[in-house]
């Protein structure tokens, strides 16, 4: 008993939890709804170019190398450090500022607009490395078994940080950098976790420190979807099924437990173990139909902000333009606050750009480049009429066009565009949120989704929006969080 688990989606979480199980000797089936494993981490291969669509680097690389130990695997897939980590351009400057891991370096090049800049980085960075290392383990890499055990836990975290909790991630960069320059730089990390940096908690800004010091970002050789495509080899190798094309839309239980999952072809699924990696709150709104999340409910939990994305395939090579890129525009507030406050209105955005063909020639047709765009925009809850898609999008290759001196729209010979519609119908995401469920303080540690069902004691989650939290590496944390939990179910069951 216990020792067969049915995993509903191939997205990180789902991937990492069936290589930790099948490698303890788990039978592990999953089923995805979609034609190829890999969720938000996916890949569009069009017109003789292929294109990473969602992630195109990551963090804590460690937290993969543990993956692969703990399942006695060698990690299959290639990855190299970034440094420069990327490059930032602002409107009306033609000078890029690159964000080198070496501080006297990076320093060089704000000796003009921060003053002492070093020794300020310095002092921010060990407040940064601080935050870290007394919180990773207590919020992030524990499971919590009741609100009383996560409070418990938070008072182990010395109370210099309590004040963290009432500013904003821009308002505590402030206190140690003048420049607006600085401030928009070392802000643009809290867009990784789906908020502005004027609405992310200031706790948060321990990222700046897994940035530039703990282990910073890295490249895939081949491109991010190679470690999904090596994580399917390996379970291949372990005898786990993958059935594509397969969603899950309702259940049956049976004496507090899930007897099956049902597909929406009217076929049942049966396991001792059920483990979802859908959106822990749209699964349990949308298929279980509980009540505390249902749409009313969820329309009252905060989301993260949708991403407009795009993939261009250009018949030229644009070798002054870097791998990693972000584009400010000329307000950087404006436009945050527009995102959440003035949703109709997308002038000046902020933009990245990933030029993936820059070192993987593989990629793109000889003498061609790839170009993925990503831009933050109102979740489908703030903006649902994206009919103004191609507006955005031409406007953005234009400002692009301007800013490297290269009429782009002449060269586009492959062009695809995903609003938060494409992104919430191709992986159920609530309001199209890219990254589900925000990291408000109301919503992370014990306050968010647990990874054990409330009602049935088989049933548990993995990813996103569930412990402890939104971004590759969180899902990874996230997978031996969960299996820790179906391990502890199936030694009392068996």
Not at 250 to 279: E, M, T, Y
Not at 331 to 342: C, G, L, S, V
Not at 353 to 380: D, I, M, Q, R, Y
Request: proline share 4%; aromatic share 12%; hydrophobic share 35%.
């Amino acid at each position: 008993m216990g020792k067969q688990v049915l995993i509903v989606g191939a997205g990180v979480g789902g991937l990492c939890s069936a290589l930790r199980l099948a490698s303890k000797g788990y039978k592990v089936k999953i089923l995805e709804k979609n034609s190829q494993a890999g969720g938000r981490l996916n890949q569009l291969k069009k017109d003789g170019f292929t294109f990473d669509i969602g992630p195109s680097f990551f963090s804590m690389s460690y937290e993969f190398e543990e993956l692969a130990r703990d399942c006695n695997i060698v990690l299959p897939f290639e990855y190299q450090a970034l440094d420069p980590l990327y490059s930032v351009h602002f409107h009306g400057n033609n000078t890029p500022y690159r964000l080198y891991k070496d501080i006297h370096r990076l320093a060089e090049q704000f000796k003009d607009i921060e003053p002492d800049f070093e020794r300020k980085m310095k002092r921010y960075l060990d407040e940064c490395k601080s935050v870290f290392d007394e919180t990773v383990d207590v919020v992030i890499k524990q499971n919590f078994d009741s609100l009383i055990h996560y409070i418990i836990s938070l008072l182990r975290v010395h109370p210099k940080h309590l004040p963290k909790l009432m500013r904003t991630f821009w308002q505590e960069v402030g206190r140690y950098f003048s420049s607006s320059e600085v401030q928009q730089i070392l802000s643009l990390v809290s867009f990784f976790l789906g908020r502005t940096p004027f609405e992310t908690p200031a706790v948060f800004t321990l990222l700046s420190y897994t940035e530039f010091v703990h282990d910073g970002y890295h490249n895939v050789k081949g491109g991010m979807y190679k470690i999904v495509e090596g994580f399917v080899d390996e379970l291949n190798k372990m005898g786990v099924v993958i059935e594509y094309n397969t969603e899950i839309i309702d259940f049956q239980p049976r004496n507090g437990k899930i007897s099956v999952l049902i597909d929406s072809n009217g076929r049942v699924h049966n396991s001792d173990v059920f483990l979802i990696n859908a959106d822990a709150a749209v699964f349990r709104g949308r298929v279980m139909r509980q009540k505390s999340f249902d749409e009313h409910h969820l329309s009252k939990m905060k989301w993260t902000m949708g991403y407009l994305t795009f993939y261009l395939g250009l018949d030229t090579k644009l070798p002054h333009v870097d791998h990693h890129n972000f584009y400010l525009g000329a307000d950087f507030r404006a436009y945050a606050e527009k995102i959440t406050q003035h949703p109709d209105n997308l002038d000046n955005p902020y933009y990245y750009v990933n030029v993936l063909s820059k070192h993987n020639a593989e990629c793109a047709p000889e003498g061609c480049e790839n170009l993925f765009f990503v831009c933050p925009v109102p979740s489908l809850q703030l903006k649902s009429d994206w009919s103004d898609r191609d507006k955005v999008v031409n406007g953005i290759i234009d400002d692009f066009s301007q800013r490297i001196g290269v009429d782009v729209a002449s060269h586009i010979i492959s062009k695809t565009i995903y609003t938060p519609h494409e992104w919430a119908k191709m992986v159920n995401l609530q309001y199209g949120s890219g990254l589900g469920l925000s990291h408000d303080l109301g919503q992370i540690g014990g306050f968010r989704p647990k990874n054990v069902d409330e009602k049935f004691c088989n049933l548990f989650y993995v990813g996103a929006s569930t412990t402890p939290g939104a971004g590759i590496p969180m899902a990874v944390i996230s997978s031996k969080l969960t299996c820790e939990r179906i391990e502890e179910f199936s030694s009392v069951n068996n």
